[in-house]
T-cell receptor
Framework: AQKITQTQPGMFVQEKEAVTLDCTYD???????LFWYKQPSSGEMIFLIY??????QNATEGRYSLNFQKARKSANLVISASQLGDSAMYFC???????????????FGTGTLLAVQP | GAVVSQHPSWVICKSGTSVKIECRSL??????MFWYRQFPKQSLMLMAT?????????EQGVEKDKFLINHASLTLSTLTVTSAHPEDSSFYIC??????????????FGNGTRLTVT
């Protein structure tokens, strides 16, 4: 069974600095996708970045980048130049996509609460 | 971008009554939708996968007679919490997969429904 682990319940970062949010995963399927979502206090889920298991390069989306280390089964999110508006809950999620099968469900980690300090 | 509308955004009901939550994909068709439940400061727990034209697939431990799911059309799924009790109070959030999307695409989330059972 697939599993997502986020070991940091909470993190602090100074405004304009970079921060890394950890995520490790476990799956027996060779084909899978990893997602990061941001959830502000208002509750909506905001998609940030995606990494496919066969992608050769680490994903980047603006200030977000993903440090994907497949052998270690980790997919850490790096936020550069933190802003006050980055304060939120961050969830790592995984979707298994077995060859020839339909897209499967998305399973979430326990989340990391990020607080950006001025 | 793809929009998922979830209604109501919050609801308060008395113990023993039933509550219906709607999840609509506004500008895309969604054969598959997912229902999640989130307790305060916790992760999103997948409750069930809703499939248009067939029965929902429930996760282990989720009572299908308690949480009725109906995927009436390619743009609408409903979750009915039957005979609600205070322990059912939670944040319920739906997500939908655009039928046109590939495996790299994220799920699109509604803004959630905060249910309080008194």
């Amino acid at each position: 069974a697939q599993k997502i682990t986020q070991t940091q319940p909470g993190m602090f970062v100074q405004e304009k600095e970079a921060v890394t949010l950890d995520c490790t995963y476990d799956t027996s399927d060779p084909s899978y996708g990893l997602f990061w979502y941001k959830q502000p206090s208002s509750g909506e889920m905001i998609f940030l970045i995606y990494q496919g298991s066969y992608d050769q390069q680490n994903a980047t989306e603006g200030r977000y980048s993903l440090n994907f280390q497949k052998a270690r089964k980790s997919a850490n999110l790096v936020i550069s130049a933190s802003q006050l508006g980055d304060s939120a809950m961050y969830f790592c999620a995984m979707r298994e996509t077995p060859y020839g099968g339909a897209t499967n469900k998305l399973i979430f980690g326990t989340g990391t609460l990020l607080a950006v300090q001025p | 971008g793809a929009v998922v509308s979830q209604h109501p955004s919050w609801v308060i009901c008395k113990s023993g009554t039933s509550v219906k939550i709607e999840c609509r994909s506004l500008d895309f068709q969604a054969t598959t939708m997912f229902w999640y439940r989130q307790f305060p400061k916790q992760s999103l727990m997948l409750m069930a996968t809703s499939n248009e034209g067939s029965k929902a697939t429930y996760e282990q431990g989720v009572e299908k007679d308690k949480f009725l799911i109906n995927h009436a059309s390619l743009t609408l799924s409903t979750l009915t919490v039957t005979s609600a009790h205070p322990e059912d109070s939670s944040f319920y959030i739906c997500s939908a997969r655009d039928d046109r999307d590939g495996r790299r695409s994220p799920l699109h989330f509604g803004n959630g429904t905060r249910l309080t059972v008194t």
